[in-house]
């Protein structure tokens, strides 16, 4: 699809919306009157939305594995998630992301998505096994040729790369010679792979080493739901989440030795988000050591240089083996700070226990979106951030990802009114004002995902995107989201 035809499209999406806006009013039929309707519904001031902070970042978001396709061309090499999503059982549709959506092939038309979206900044991340086939040694040129086009073609349409350089696609080859995270040669490969990167990947200024650490130490080699599928012990896993923080020390400080002077490097973690219950002073402090406690094994140690007493003394026999020197590794200062944020993740208050707080149990019958882990609790965007600034004195936050699923089925007209989307992004975004408002120092938000992908364990029947995409036609539709999104990205508010 070229530019021209999805900017119309959104247009056309944006139209609609503001009929269906004012139906609801005294719209008059006929154009003069609907002039004046208008003007009689301007809203007086104090009702005005009022805008994000001039220099504010909108962008969007998607992943190598999930989009990209191509997975035997130009000398890429096997990721985990290859192997894994051929395993027969492992992904709920049987599908993979051989194909997905041909993100290799059509980058083009997906900038121009992007174009037509308004916003100034994609986030996109980089297979490491295409540049890397064997995950160490020998580098693969072409592999990042792919990455210098995309980054060229987003420069030229006036979009910042923000490019990611893990997530989850670990070449197969480390997995199979040392075990993946679970060694420290992973972490030295991935300071290589970096400096690669950095040396050479010119265009892009701002680099986010590991994606939701969260997720895949856990989910993968924790309780054997994601590639590479592991069940590890408690001490092996604490092990390979420490040799995480360690890649991701090790990164920064090789992305600042080989990368332009000026080049921003942090993670994208999908923060352990507490929100306190009933908002009262004790319940606030009580959210704040949650925070703090419950991602002390990544962002905590990452931000603090060190783990905290209470993850020691909970891990106690199983706690991770480490160094001083590792630790100021890890410790080293980051430039920003991502934070992924779909759901409330903890709603606690405060107790009498040595911990200080306690976490609730969620009643089953607690909303959620399409996907049933995305619980809608729009003031989780307002409080994650809010907190994590406190506790690390964070200066400069990304919303690395925030969005939903939703069930978009194409109507009669062939449009998809995802209006679930919608109140899920606009009642989010309004929390983010919020946190903004009081000094919360978000700069940027991206909106995951530009389109529908390959979602993982759940396939492709999980759809994400402000595109809609036809995973056999590859056609790419925008649903109203995108004019939605077109609109607050336009506006830099929410509404008028
Ligand atoms: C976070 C992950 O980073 C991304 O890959 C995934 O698709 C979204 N969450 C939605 O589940």
Redesign the pocket.
């Known amino acids: 699809m070229s530019a021209d035809v999805s900017r119309r499209d959104l247009a056309k999406l944006a139209g609609l919306a503001a009929l269906g806006a004012a139906a609801g009013a005294k719209a008059a039929d006929n154009k003069a009157a609907d002039n004046k309707a208008a003007d009689n519904e301007t809203p007086a001031p104090a009702d005005r939305a009022a805008p994000f902070p001039k220099d504010f970042l909108w962008g969007t978001a998607t992943?190598s594995y999930?989009i990209e396709g191509a997975v035997d061309e130009d000398g890429r090499g096997k990721s985990i998630w290859d192997i894994f999503s051929h395993t027969p059982g492992k992904i709920e549709d049987g599908s993979t992301g051989d194909r997905a959506n041909e993100h290799y092939h059509r980058y083009k038309d997906d900038v121009a998505l992007i174009k037509a979206l308004g916003v100034k900044a994609y986030r996109f991340s980089i297979a490491w096994p295409r540049v890397f086939p064997d995950g160490s040694g020998q580098p693969n040129p072409k592999g990042l040729d792919f990455y210098n086009r995309l980054v060229d073609e987003l420069l030229a349409n006036g979009i910042e790369p923000y490019a990611t350089l893990y997530?989850?696609d670990l070449p197969q080859a480390l997995q199979d010679r040392v075990g993946g995270w679970q060694s420290s040669d992973t972490s030295k490969a991935f300071a290589d792979y970096s400096a690669y990167i950095a040396a050479r990947l010119t265009g892009v200024k701002t680099i986010f080493t590991v994606?939701?650490v969260g997720?895949f130490v856990n989910f993968g080699y924790g309780w054997g739901i994601d590639a590479p599928g592991l069940k590890l012990p408690a001490a092996q896993l604490n092990q390979a989440r420490h040799h995480v923080a360690l890649a991701h020390g090790l990164a920064v400080q090789a992305i600042r030795a080989s990368g332009r002077a000026g080049t921003r490097v942090g993670a994208a973690e999908?923060i352990a988000a507490c929100v306190p219950a009933i908002v009262t002073p004790e319940n606030i402090r009580a959210a704040e050591i949650a925070t703090r406690e419950l991602n002390a094994g990544f962002l905590g140690v990452v931000l603090e240089g060190k783990y905290t007493d209470g993850f020691l003394a909970y891990a106690g026999a199983d706690a991770p083996k480490f160094t001083p020197d590792e630790l100021r590794i890890i410790g080293t200062p980051n430039d920003f700070v991502g934070l992924?944020i779909?759901a409330p993740q903890y709603y606690v208050t405060a107790s009498d226990r040595a911990s200080g707080f306690r976490v609730l149990p969620f009643p089953t019958s607690f909303p959620h979106m399409n996907?049933e882990w995305l619980r809608v609790g729009p003031e989780v965007i307002y409080w994650a951030p809010r907190l994590a600034a406190k506790i690390w004195n964070i200066d400069t936050i990304y919303i690395s990802?925030n969005?939903t699923?939703s069930e978009d089925k194409i109507s009669a007209d062939g449009q998809v009114y995802d209006l679930d989307r919608i109140m899920f992004l606009r009642n989010y975004l309004t929390q983010m004002q919020r946190a903004i408002a009081e000094g919360v120092p978000i700069r940027g938000y991206f909106l995951?995902?530009l389109m529908d992908?390959f979602?993982?364990i759940y396939g492709y029947g999980?759809r994400?995107g402000l595109y809609r995409v036809d995973f056999e036609t590859q056609a790419r539709v925008p649903k109203l989201s995108a004019a939605f999104y077109r609109d607050v990205v336009m506006r830099n508010a929410i509404g008028v």
Do not use: A, P, V
């Open positions: 992943s999930q997530h989850w994606n939701e997720r999908n992924n779909y996907s990802e969005g699923s995951w995902s992908n979602e993982w999980k994400f």
